[in-house]
């Protein structure tokens, strides 16, 4: 089971500090998981500037110019943020009993854990 999925709130925790030009400490919304790569792409952070070639669409119009958007980012550079404190934590998993059409089945639950609390 992932520990981050897309539409989780996360925090960046490493990198360059925002008074430095960085995005460390900054907090956004996971809009895309690329698991293969083990990164993340996160609203709002790590924004990179792509020059775009000038041609023409099918009705004549120019396109190209500068885009900027997010670039991914490593996993382990950002951590989920915990729905009560918006501070980073770590993620632990349980297992629940759910019950579907009256089949108990037993399953992995993630869960935000408290900073204080131990494994």
């Given at each position: 089971?992932?520990?981050?999925?897309k539409?989780d709130?996360?925090?960046?925790?490493s990198?360059?500090?925002?008074?430095?030009?960085?995005?460390?400490g900054?907090?956004?919304?996971?809009?895309?998981?690329?698991?293969?790569?083990?990164?993340?792409i996160?609203?709002?952070i790590?924004?990179?500037?792509k020059h775009i070639?000038?041609?023409?669409s099918?009705r004549?119009?120019?396109?190209?110019?500068i885009?900027?958007?997010?670039?991914?980012?490593?996993?382990?550079n950002?951590?989920l943020v915990?729905?009560?404190?918006k501070?980073?934590?770590?993620?632990?998993?349980?297992e629940?009993?759910?019950?579907k059409g009256?089949?108990?089945k037993?399953?992995?639950?993630?869960y935000a854990?408290k900073?204080g609390?131990?494994?």
């Open positions: 089971m992932a520990k981050i999925k539409g709130l996360v925090q960046v925790i990198g360059k500090s925002q008074a430095r030009g960085g995005d460390r900054k907090q956004g919304k996971v809009i895309e998981v690329l698991s293969e790569r083990d990164r993340v996160v609203e709002g790590n924004y990179v500037t070639r000038v041609g023409q099918s004549g119009a120019k396109t190209g110019g885009e900027t958007h997010e670039a991914p980012i490593h996993i382990s950002v951590a915990d729905p009560k404190s501070k980073p934590t770590r993620v632990g998993f349980r629940e009993v759910a019950e009256g089949v108990k037993t399953v992995r639950v993630r854990k900073s609390e131990k494994l």
